[in-house]
Every structure is written in C-alpha cells, then in structure tokens.
C-alpha cells in the first residue's frame, strides 16, 4: 500500500469513527447542560465553592465568574511556578523565571499551551500534573461553558438569563472531560505512554553507558491535552515524543481526541436550539473547510517543495517514521483547525505551503471545529456574519434562529472578529520593528518572518503550537506573547456573553417565506464563503510575505 | 464601592476555592487512578518499555539510541561522533538538545532542528548525511546509488529520539552489517525482515524497522 492512499486511509477511518461518536457524545453533552440534577460529588464542590448551582446569571454576573476563575487561575499558576524550586515532589528544579511563569500561567489558563519551556528539563511533577495539567482541564470547561452560554442566548427568550458558570464549569469538568481522559488515558499507557511517579529515569544503552528521562504522569497530561484542545507536551518534542505518542494507532486516536469534542458541540448546539438540523449545516461548514485543508496538506507534503526535501526525496525532515507524511498532515491540520497547538511534526520544517496551511487554519479563528467550545462559539459568530451579510444583500432586517441580527449584536460581532487580527498584525508588526527579534530566529528570509508571524497568530489565536526556531524565551516574547493570549482569549468571550445577553432578552419573531434558511446546503456554501473571506481579506498581505514567498519559490 | 470591593472578594474567594478544588480532582485524585490502573494492568509499559539484552537493561524499545564508537578524548565535547558501522545506524538527530537549565541532571531533551526546507544548514545536513551514507553502506559488490537513500536516513525526526527506520534504510545497511559482523547477506536480511513491523491494523502508521531491538537481535546472532 503506498504511503498515500495509507494516509486517505487513515484519514477515512478517523471520519468514521468521529461520525460514529457524534450523535452520542453531542446529546449527552446537551443533556449534561441542561439538566436539575447535581451528582453527589458536584453537590459537595459546590458547598466547598460556596455557590448555588441553581442561581441563573445575567451576562455579566456570568462573564465576572468566567474572568474571576480565570484570574484566580493564572495567579495560582504564577506562584507555583515561582516556587517551584521550594515545593517539594519537584525533583529538585529550580524556580521558573518571572517572565517565562508569566507567559507559561497566560498561556495554560487561555488554553494556549504555548511553551517557551522545555517540559522535561524546567517542570517538575508538582507544576506538571498538580498545575498544568489541572488547567488543561478548566480551561476547556471554560470555554465550553462560554459556548453553551451562547447557545442558551439563542435558545431562550425575554430573559436575559445564560445560566450558572459554576455549574457550567463543574460539570463540562466531571462530566464530559474527566471520564474521557481516564478511557483515553488507559488506551495511551497500554500502547506505551508513560505513566509513573519514578522521576527521572536512568536506564543502560545498548552501547554502554546510560540516559537519563523525566518520567511522570504523561499519559493522563496527554489525554486531556488533546480532547481539551490544549497542545502543552510533558516533552519538549510534544506528540512527536515516542513516550507521548507511541505509534500510528495512538496517532490517529490522538486527533479523535482532539476533534471530537468540538464537532459533538455542534450536535449539542443543534440539540438545545431545538433543531439538529441547524447544527447540521454548521458541522457541515467545519467538515468542508477541515477536509480541504487536510487535502491540501497532503498534496503539499508529499509533493515535498523545497530545495532540502528534494535532496532528502521526501519531507521527512521533524517527523517521525512511525506516523509518517500521512498521519503528520492529518495531525498538523487538525491541531491548527483547532486551539489545541499540539504537533507531532515540527511545523518549521513542513513544506512552505504546508505552514501557510497550518498559520491560515488559525487565522480563520480556529472554528473548524475549533477548540472545546471556543470553535462552536467563532462559528456561531461567523453565522451571525454571514446571515448579516445575506440580510444586506436582499435588503432585509437579518435573523438568525428566531434572533433579530440588530445595531446592538452586530457591534459585538464586529468587535469580536476585529480583536484577534489586530493583536496578531500589530504585535507582529512591532516584533519586526525591534532589532533584538533577529537574534530569535533560526531561519532567515521568509521563513524567518513566518516564525514570527506564526508566534503571535499561535498566541493571540489561543493555539500554541510554534514555528520553534524562534527562541521565544525572552522577557520582549514571554511578555507580549502572554499578553496576546490573555487578550485573545478573554476579550472575544466578553463580547460572546455581552451577545448572548442579547439575544436571550429578545422576543423571537415568526420565521416567514423571506427569512434565510440556515439549515440548508446554501447556507453552508454562504458561511465558508463567509469564512474565508474574512480571513483570507485580514491576513493575505502578511501570509504573502511568509510563507506564500516560500512556497512559491521552491 | 465598598459593596463593589466586598462583591468582587467574594467572587474571587469563590474562584480560589473553586480551582483548589478542582486541583485536588484533576491534578490529584485523576493521575493517581490512572497510575494506579496504568501499574496494575501495563506496568512495563507505563514505565518506559525498558528492554533487555544478556539480562541488562540496555535502553526503551520506544526511544531512539546513538551507535557510536567510543570517543578518542572522552572530555573532548566537540569531538565529532563517528558512527560504529558494526550496528545498524538511526535516523540523524541534529535537533536533540542537551540539558541547559537543571543542570545537576543530564537528561536528554527531545526537540527538532526546526530548520525550513530552503534553509542552506538544512541543504548542507542532508547533503552530507546523504554523502556518509552512501560511503558507509557501499562494500565490495554493493554500491549504494545515491537515489535509492530514503529521506528518513537523511532528515532528523521531530523528537530527535525516532526508535525507527524506514525498511528501505534498513535494507540499504544489509550489506555493510553483513560484512562487518562476518555475517551472511542473506541471514542479516531475515534479520530484517523479522524486525519489519508493518503499519497498525495495515494502515495507521508507516512501516518501520525498531533499530534497537534489531541490533539486540544482530548482536545475538553474532555471538552464536
């Protein structure tokens, strides 16, 4: 079987078994957003919380409780580090900088995962598992709660109630991650990712002599990073790191984990607003875009365009021979459609066309299907978009799901999608302005601008994987980079909640003959035209310029 | 204000003691069960899959090994490493790291060169990895055509640590083995074949050659 049609394969097999756990895990999910009933250990933390899980939020009571956990997140993660060189269960590594334990406590809390450290040399158990890994958790809850608050703005009427973030939070978290991670980490261990306490780990090598490994609790941090669309490695080499992902299966089954939570919640969508058919031509929008770029992808890497892949014959340069070119591209696509950040390739060294896919997938907004609610609440957005456009264009007041699209919800949406382009332009535009970002990059020319352009869209786009050649290990990049995740993470969510307010206060009007169809083939067509638009519109110059020049060189 | 200033303490002491008690859930109480579950039922594997040779452990069967002669000056850290042409040789590794931060440990850092394929390091690399194993697999009735090196041999992994080779690296170094190790062609080839693990279910993965486990294998054969 040649490596290509094992790739389709793969790919076809990984359609599948996303199709086969979609109706099941999309309506379980609405059920656990939906329902009165508080499990036993939900109604002890709750009590230890001190919150009434039944207590519905306005807008701002709700946006307060996402902003203050998340405050409180990044505080106590901060510390942590700061202290890690006292803690004990450290192995006896030094405290994190200042600098790096900022961008590092920004970073897991946004659910970025950016890492300017190198896991198995900075980070000891107590940060790993007792900090980071904790973060993985809630920060997807988080943004999954963000995601169902939006929902319910359009599912209800005259209220202006969203919900309870903490029992949003609390369930997304015992409910729905937590039992999944367990089943996805016992499925890594028993193809071979770690999981001890021992330390590190001396072992004899074949030619005399010994190495040394940071054992730990890999395999429960790797399940959660990716069905949490988080990305941080235990390793430095992340999923490429044999310990972390062992062999092709594992491959495969880590992007189920990854997409398989952000495609179910367009089930759920479709399941609270009362019609799955909606929720259809959404998850019909994420599919085309998510098939296209993995095609490309492939027809990029395998054709292998550049001057030391066609010495090398082949595109083999960061990736493992157990995955190969084929599960490389599918992984690379889906960690970039995606917030997740994770790589089981270096995305430095793909083709030139092959990173501009990876960049563009973010730029989109990651919505296809995007992170753990984070992607169903930027495709909604993009709907609200393109059922304005549509309105504009027929010369009708545009609605969506019974909502009017007025002044008011059409400035959110517009602040909304004008937050992470400008953090990404401006920072990148003054990163290239300072002399000291040239001593950052490994490469030069194009690529080297593709370093930089990549870091800020990795960041402010809550994604976190790196063109890593550049040495983003500095006080300017741990602290602007931190910055843009902060702000790319919880500004859009304010004009999320502040949308969702509104709409849950309207009275829904009658659907008529004039109104637009959003649950029709048309308007899945309308809604990537939509998509693409935007983005390709914001951010061609810059991609012309990286990794387009690249491309297009060799 | 001071309402506002009494509300937003209390918010915050709800966030605090909200994250403490989901730490205790998800960054306590979850790893250890499944540690427990993962010593209980996968114990080798949960804890690296060391593997054995002549009753010493002499590696993981998951991370990749270098297979170098000994150094002429062991203090000499600019030393060049020159391969022991005795064993079946990785994939290059020019993207591991060495330990730089907790230096009381030497751990091996896993990592990729991150070089982008029109970068003239990157062409050099693969030139002279491209050079070296064309002369070193080229023996007396083999010629090694420089076409027929595969990219793996040539390219460095994501992780600097690839337990693998492609089978066609693996064939390409059949004939110098045989030759170094006094060996028939024909049994290092079954040798090969043997430890050929195809693709999972045969179709996730690519085919692959596990380089230690191979030369523990040669190694026995060579001491029958």
């Known amino acids: 079987m040649s490596p290509v049609v094992a790739g389709v394969l793969q790919f076809a097999a990984l359609a599948v078994a996303l199709g086969l756990a979609y109706r099941p895990l999309g309506d379980y999910m609405a059920r656990v957003y939906s329902s009165d009933k508080h499990l036993r250990v939900e109604k002890w933390i709750y009590k230890a919380v001190g919150a009434n899980p039944t207590t519905e939020m306005r807008w701002p009571a709700y946006l307060r409780g996402v902003l203050a956990f998340s405050l409180v997140s990044v505080l106590f993660l901060y510390l942590m580090q700061r202290l890690q060189g006292s803690l004990p269960g450290s192995l006896g590594f030094v405290s994190i900088p200042a ?11 946004a659910n970025t995962n950016w890492q300017s450290y190198s896991g198995e040399q900075a980070m000891g158990h107590v940060v790993q598992t007792g900090g980071l890994a904790v973060q993985n958790f809630v920060s997807a809850a988080v943004g999954i709660a963000v995601a169902v608050a939006l929902v319910r703005g359009f599912a209800r009427s005259r209220t202006g109630e969203l919900g309870n973030f903490w029992a949003d939070l609390v369930r997304g978290t015992v409910r729905i991650l937590l039992p999944v991670s367990v089943l996805g980490a016992i499925v890594l261990v028993a193809c071979g990712a770690i999981q001890n306490f021992s330390g590190i780990h001396e072992v004899g090598q074949f030619m005399g002599g010994s190495q040394q490994w940071n054992g730990g609790a890999v395999a429960s941090q790797e399940a959660i990073k990716e069905l949490g669309t988080n990305g941080g490695g235990y390793f430095n080499a992340n999923s490429a790191h044999p310990f972390e992902n062992p062999n092709g299966f594992t491959n495969l089954f880590e992007v189920f984990l990854i997409l398989v939570i952000p495609f179910a919640l367009t089930r759920t969508f479709g ?14 929008t994420m599919v085309t875009i998510w098939v296209g ?22 595109a083999m340069e960061g990736k493992e021979n157990r995955f190969g070119i084929g599960g490389s591209s599918i992984f690379a696509v889906a960690t970039t459609l995606t917030s997740t950040g994770a790589v089981d390739a270096f995305h430095s060294s793909l083709t030139g066309f092959g990173g501009g896919i990876t960049m563009l997938g973010m730029q989109l907004g990651e919505i296809a299907p995007g992170g753990t609610g984070s992607g169903l609440y930027g495709m909604l957005i993009m709907a609200v978009i393109a059922v304005f456009i549509a309105g504009l264009m027929v010369g009708r007041t545009p609605e969506y799901l019974g909502k009017k699209i007025g002044t008011r919800e059409i400035k959110f949406v517009a602040c909304y999608i004008l937050v992470t382009p400008a953090l990404v332009l401006i920072f990148t535009a003054v990163a290239m302005a300072m002399p000291s970002t040239l001593t950052s990059m490994t490469n030069t020319g194009a ?24 040495n983003a290990n500095t006080p300017w990049f741990n ?3 931190g910055l843009a995740m902060l702000l790319g993470r919880f500004v859009p969510m304010v004009f999320v909640l502040a949308l969702a307010g509104s709409l849950a206060e309207q009275t829904p009007i009658p659907e008529t003959a004039g109104t637009l169809r959003t649950n029709k083939p048309l308007f899945t067509g309308l809604l990537v035209g939509t998509v693409m638009i935007v983005a390709g519109l914001t951010y061609f110059p810059a991609l012309a310029l990286g990794p387009l020049a690249e491309g297009l060189a060799s | 204000m001071n309402n506002s200033i009494g509300n937003t303490a209390r918010l915050l002491g709800a966030g605090l003691r909200a994250l403490l008690v989901l730490t205790v859930v998800c960054g306590v109480i979850y790893p250890l069960v499944v540690t427990g579950i993962a010593q209980a039922a996968f114990g080798n594997k949960a ?7 002549g009753g010493q452990v002499v590696g993981s069967a998951l991370i990749g090994q270098r297979y170098d002669l000994p150094k002429k000056d062991p203090d000499n850290a600019d030393e060049a490493a020159v391969p022991d042409l005795k064993w079946f040789q990785p994939r290059p590794s020019n993207g591991l790291g060495t330990n730089s931060i907790n230096t009381q440990y030497q751990l091996l850092v896993s990592g990729a060169t991150n070089l982008s394929g029109d970068n003239e390091k990157l062409i050099q690399q693969v030139k002279d990895a491209k050079e070296a194993v064309v002369e070193d697999n080229s023996v007396p009735g083999y010629r090694v055509d420089p076409a027929d090196v595969p990219a793996d041999a040539v390219t460095s992994s994501g992780s600097g640590l690839d337990p693998q080779i492609s089978p066609a690296y693996a064939k390409l170094q059949v004939h110098r083995v045989a030759e170094k190790n006094h060996l028939d062609v024909g049994q290092v080839e079954r040798l090969v074949a043997d430890h050929t693990d195809g693709r999972v279910l045969g179709f996730m993965g690519e085919p692959g050659v596990n ?14």
């Open chain 2, 211 to 224: 380089v230690l486990k191979l030369n523990i294998a040669l190694k026995e054969l060579t001491q029958k």
């Open chain 1, 271 to 284: 399941r609270m607003v009362g019609s799955v058919k909606q929720g259809y031509a959404i998850l019909a």
């Open chain 1, 479 to 481: 602290t602007s980079i």
């Open chain 1, 99 to 109: 600098d790096q334990a900022f961008n590092t406590a920004a970073s897991f809390v």
């Open chain 2, 47 to 53: 804890n690296g899959s060391e593997i054995k040779s």
């Open chain 1, 447 to 470: 690529h080297g601008f593709s370093e930089v352009l990549y870091a800020y869209t990795s960041g402010a786009n809550n994604n976190g994987s790196a063109f890593a050649g550049l």
């Open chain 1, 293 to 314: 770029f993995t095609a490309l992808m492939m027809w990029t890497e395998f054709h292998h365009g550049g001057p030391a892949f066609d010495l090398a014959g082949g």
